[in-house]
């Protein structure tokens, strides 16, 4: 009597062609992973430095810079109508959002867990921590007039 206790040469082909796919995929998938990473980070960079940059050019026209821990308030004269316009910056949920008068929504910056200002000795500081624990801080120098 003949006793079949091994596989046979078909059966191994067949194994060894799904096992060699789920690795092919299992690498595709690591890589797509780190790719999306990588983009993530530079669209994160790219609109810190947007924010910066709006920033920046309104505190060069800004009369008076106050803060609370939690929020930026810019006073300035708006030159076309000579009318004085309140900017503020705060946090609200996950979105770092822009105001104007206190009327608008302006989102600035996204998935945010925390942001905190400081104003001292003329240097305004800005510390934000987004919710994959990336930390951006910038430091800016405002003429204390208010």
């Not at 999306?36 to 994160?44: A, M, N, P, V, Y």
């Amino acid at each position: 009597m003949k006793n079949d206790k091994g596989f046979s040469l078909l059966e191994v082909i067949i194994t060894l062609s799904v096992l060699s796919s789920c690795v092919l995929l299992l690498s595709f998938a690591i890589s797509q992973i780190q790719t999306s990473r990588s983009l993530i980070k530079d669209e994160r960079q790219i609109e810190w430095h947007l924010f910066i940059n709006q920033l920046e050019y309104e505190l060069r026209e800004s009369e008076t810079v106050r803060t609370t821990k939690s929020e930026l308030t810019l006073i300035k004269t708006d030159p076309s109508d000579q009318l004085k316009k309140t900017i503020t910056y705060n946090r609200r949920f996950s979105i770092i959002r822009r105001q104007v008068d206190s009327q608008g929504h302006q989102p600035i910056l996204l998935e945010v867990k925390s942001i905190e200002f400081g104003l001292l000795d003329e240097k305004l500081t800005i510390e934000v921590i987004f919710q994959n624990d990336e930390t951006y801080q910038a430091a800016f120098r405002v003429r204390m007039n208010g």
